[in-house]
């Protein structure tokens, strides 16, 4: 990876962060045949049975009922009270996922709208905390569903961060602007994928594929079960052409991704040094996601004993969170809660 997938201000001829610069993700310049699969031990087919598993139709209503007893990790509503004292005295930094953790999850993803309530909830979180949102999303879609330009972004799974224009001393990332894209070179390539994608798939009813510029997702939220693996297979044989390109298993829907190692763990890494964090030992990190995609970075916060994970979901699941909420509306409770107590200990 070169320096020309950084931007920095001019003048500054060298990447800002060199040590957490992605690797490139094996296999070099030889073709490789088989599609890289990662999560779900590998299996497209094994990731098809789990989503028709969890999905409402199969998913019992018993399950929801006995939550509390399955989970082993509880809710950061119930225990927000010992939440609350592990911050005390610490600099907080909250990331926030997009999709299903601030807005509900629908089947058209272009009318993923957050609620202006929840855009006030954040608002208020950014006035007292560097806050970040952390999505798959491509970063000026992401930007135009939340609105508010003091906040950092980092879209397509981190693979494009740009600090605030404007906004608190605290968000100014050391006073310089960061425009971070590691995955540049990738972008005709990925162009030439969607096109390819966006062929294969029209067969199939209700399949869409979504250019997030740095990635691809292909959605089955709107596909007819029975197709699923149909669906499956034909992005598997668009991706075989692509070696350099790998795909990795989100919640009904299948991420297209640079074989970069780069993901939303890595980009948390990489905003806590923007921000100035990156060797203070008073630092907490607040990471909410319902993906995933976000387990990467509950992992970093795990690896690193520094930081709450909050893992959204209504259902069991294994997770390397800390703390779950079940839906978009308990994350709003639990941002405003975290305001009150700022404002409550300045
Ligand atoms: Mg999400």
Redesign the pocket.
Known sequence: MTKQNVVVPEGNPTPLFPLLMPKSGGGGFSVRRKVELVGEGGSISVWVESMKASSPTHASSSDAGQLDEKMSYPSALTMFDEIASSLEGKQIVVFL?????LSPITDDPDRAFMSDSMRDAVRDVARHFATAIV??RRRDKVYNFVRLAELYYAGSHGMDIKAPAKGPSFMKSNGKAVLFQPARKYLPMIDRVYKALTETTKSIPGAKVENNKFCLSVHFRCVEEKKWSVLADQVKSVLRDFPKLKLTLG?KVLEIRPTIKWDKGKALEFLLEALGFANCNDILPVYI???R??EDAFKVLKNRGQGIGILVSKFPKETNASYSLQEPSEVMDFLQRLVEWKRSSL
């Open positions: 996922d997009y999709d299903g953790t999505s798959g919640r996601g319902d993906d995609t976000d």
